[in-house]
């Protein structure tokens, strides 16, 4: 399942490595010898939690229906918009960031204000596409990444 979960990232015009730069750089500094190879492998095992895979999976559908217009009023107007009050997506994205403990919820945070790269990405594009849900299912899926590695880790960060 988690191979259908990454065809359908990549349809939505995301790529594993990508997810794994993002918890790569969050993670780089409590864990040296972490590799990028690494980081796509625990993203992988994130997308194998059932959990993950059906907020994904509502969030992307929700993204298609408001790019084909085919939402109920006034969900439609406020998916395709990205209205800011509408912290639905958000709930979600956290929903995947908590899976290995609260830790997720800080880097969601930091990732959701930053728009670090492919979320950035997703965020600026917005030319008849909706990626409402998709930047912060990434933001939850990188945060829930890095959760599981620094519990694995569980070392200060040496500046
Ligand atoms: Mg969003």
Not at 15 to 30: G, M, P, S
Not at 110 to 138: Q, S
């Amino acid at each position: 399942m988690s191979k259908e979960m990454a065809a359908l990232l990549q349809e939505r015009g995301v790529y594993l490595h990508e997810i794994a730069q993002i918890v790569f750089d969050l993670q780089k500094c409590f864990v040296p010898e972490l590799t990028l190879e690494h980081c796509v492998e625990v993203v992988t095992a994130v997308l194998s939690k059932r959990e993950v895979q059906f907020a994904v999976l509502t969030g992307a559908a929700l993204d298609i229906l408001a790019e084909e217009k085919k939402l109920p009023s006034p969900l439609q107007e406020i998916i395709q918009t990205d209205n800011l009050l509408y912290g639905i997506d958000e709930v979600l994205g956290l929903g995947i960031a908590n899976i290995y403990g609260t830790i997720g919820t800080t880097s969601f945070g930091y990732l959701d204000k930053e728009k670090v790269g492919v979320i950035g990405k997703l965020n600026d594009n917005k030319i008849n596409k909706v990626n409402t849900f998709m930047d912060d299912l990434v933001a939850g899926i990188a945060s829930a990444a890095a959760a599981k590695i620094a519990h694995n880790a569980g070392r200060p960060c040496k500046k």
